[in-house]
């Protein structure tokens, strides 16, 4: 079936400028998570949404950083006023409990660069 | 202290070498755990899970040990399309909190 999807796969910016990143999650999961990874680094979590309760914005790094989930499906992560650091891969990932674990299925990211 | 704590490697073995990986985590709450690979410039994909009783799938066996907080992934006979970079993941089963190790780089070696 189908994976998770996201857009655009690449994104250069300038500095400054805002940027919406777009994830398409696999149907019927009801948790979506969003991450970062910059070069040769780990992942690092910013938000989580499972279904209706309130996100879990623990790991947004600053007040530029939002999200939203409409109709618990498609999620958009906005960075305003990018800064060069903001460059990374940002992956989104998307999971159901299989047995009695939640199993994470990532997209393959969207790559930003910040000019 | 880290959630998850992984040998960064890298591990250059040859092919055919059997090679094994530990992670080590702190939470002992924690409930999942999985390996996840990931190739260079790509998104992290789901290897394994890891069950209390231990498992394998082919030439991968995975194991938990709860008293000691660590798993090990151990790969048999490996492969050239081995080579990739190992995430350990651990989980409190509440959906939200996966912690991720930074990773052990693998390389398997002609």
Redesign the interface.
Known sequence: GAGVSQSPSNKVTEKGKDVELRCDPISGHT?L?WYRQSLG???E?LI?F?GNSAP?KSGLPSDRFSAERTGGSVSTLTIQRTQQEDSAVY?CAS?S??G??????????TRLTVT | RKEVEQDPGPFNVPEGATVAFNCTYSNSAS??F?WYRQDCR?????LM?VYSSGNEDGRFTAQLNRASQYISLLIRDSKLSDSATY?C?V?L?T??Q?Y????TSLTVIP
Not at chain 1, 100 to 109: H, M, N
Not at chain 2, 100 to 103: A, H, I, S
Request: no cysteine.
């Open positions: 948790a998570y680094q780990g992942l979590f989580y499972q879990d992956l999971s409990k299989s009695t674990a939640y199993e994470q299925y990532f997209g393959p990211g | 409930q999942s999985f790509k998104e992290p994909k789901l899970s995430l993941v989980n089963n959906g939200n996966f991720f190790g930074t990773g």
